[in-house]
C-alpha cells in the first residue's frame, strides 16, 4: 500500500528499528542491507518531514516524534504479523517471547516452576522477567504483569489468581524482649516492618472493619520472604501471608481474631481477539499453579 507513509514495510522498519535499539540489530533480524534500511527510513523522515530517529553515540533511538509513532504502530504492527504468522502455520509449535513482571515472591512461589517447564517443553520460547514490586501496565502483545494493584488496569483483561490472607505476626524472641500485644491500640509501640509503602492499614474482625490505623516500619524491603526471615529472627513484627507462615514454626500470629483486608492477585494482559498460543497456554498454566494459594 502506496501513500505519504510510503509502502508499510517502511513503517515496519521503523517500529523493528525502536525495538531493537539499534540499526545494525534490526538490519540482522530483518535480513536487509544497513544502506537499504537508512535509505527507506530517511526517505520516511522526508515524505513526513518530521524527524523520527536521531543518534545517540553510536546507536539510532527515537525522538519524541518517533517515540509517539512506535506507539501508536506497535500494536497492529504486532496484529499484522501475527495474521501473517498463523496463515503460514497453523500454531502447531508453541514458539516466541513472553515480557513478564512480577513480585519477588510471586516467582518464588509459583511462576518459576511454570517458566523451568515451559524452558525445558519449548525450545523456541523466551522470557523476558522483571522482579519488582513497582506498578507497571502490559504496552505490548506480548506483555504479562502479575500484580495485586490493578487500579490503572481497566482497559485490559485482569484474571484473578488468588486471595492473600494476612495476620500479624512475631518471633517468640521479639515477644520475650517486647512483650505480646493485647489490643490493637498496643501495636503502634512495636516496630514494624513492611513489605511495601502502604502505612495506612485497615483492620478487620471477620467481615467487618474493626479499626484503621498508621503505621511507621523501621524498614521495607520488597519481597516478603525476607521480611519474614527479619521477623522470625526478632527484628520487628509484620503483617505476613498466612500461607508462607507455615514453614516458620517460631513465628506467633498477634491477635488472631484480627486481619488485614485480603488482597486478591491478578495476572494482566492487553485484551486482544485472538491470542498467540504461547500466551494463552502461558495464562493458563499460571492460573492452574496458582490455584493452591491463597489460606
Not at 18 to 47: D, N, W
Not at 84 to 101: D, H, M, P, R
Not at 277 to 288: A, D, G
Amino acid at each position: 500500500m502506496d501513500s505519504i507513509f510510503g509502502n508499510i514495510d517502511d513503517l515496519y522498519l521503523l517500529c523493528t528499528v525502536i525495538e531493537e535499539g539499534s540499526l545494525q540489530k534490526a538490519a540482522v533480524k530483518l535480513q536487509l542491507p544497513v544502506s537499504t534500511m537508512s535509505r527507506r527510513l530517511s526517505a520516511l523522515e522526508a515524505r513526513l518531514s518530521v524527524r523520527l530517529l536521531q543518534k545517540q553515540g553510536r546507536e539510532l533511538v527515537a525522538t519524541e516524534a518517533g517515540a509517539k509513532a512506535y506507539r501508536s504502530l506497535m500494536s497492529g504492527m504486532e496484529q499484522i504479523e501475527l495474521s501473517f504468522s498463523q496463515l503460514v502455520s497453523q500454531q502447531t509449535e508453541v514458539a516466541g517471547k513472553l515480557n513478564i513482571s512480577m513480585p519477588h515472591n510471586f516467582y518464588k512461589e509459583f511462576v518459576s516452576d511454570v517458566i523451568e517447564r515451559f524452558l525445558q517443553g519449548y525450545p523456541g520460547v523466551h522470557f523476558d522477567l522483571t522482579l519488582c514490586h513497582e506498578q507497571a501496565k502490559p504496552e505490548t502483545n506480548r506483555d504479562l504483569v502479575l500484580t495485586f494493584d490493578v487500579s490503572n488496569m481497566q482497559d485490559m483483561v485482569a484474571r484473578p489468581l488468588f486471595n492473600s490472607y494476612h495476620g500479624i505476626y512475631a518471633s517468640k524472641q521479639y515477644l520475650e524482649q517486647h512483650g505480646s500485644p493485647e489490643t490493637i491500640r498496643e501495636l503502634y509501640q512495636h516496630q514494624w516492618l513492611n513489605v511495601d509503602h502502604k502505612y495506612d492499614v485497615t483492620l478487620f474482625k471477620g467481615d467487618n472493619i474493626a479499626e484503621k490505623f498508621h503505621i511507621t516500619p523501621r524498614l521495607v524491603v520488597y519481597d516478603i520472604r525476607v521480611i519474614i526471615e527479619l521477623v522470625e529472627k526478632g527484628l520487628g513484627i509484620a503483617f505476613l501471608p498466612t500461607v508462607l507462615t507455615n514453614d516458620y514454626p517460631d513465628l506467633v500470629r498477634l491477635l488472631p481474631e484480627y486481619n488485614r483486608q485480603v488482597r486478591q492477585a491478578y495476572i494482566v494482559y492487553r485484551d486482544r481477539k485472538y491470542q498467540p498460543k504461547l500466551l494463552t497456554m502461558f495464562v493458563n498454566e499460571i492460573l492452574q499453579a496458582a490455584s493452591s494459594i491463597g489460606a
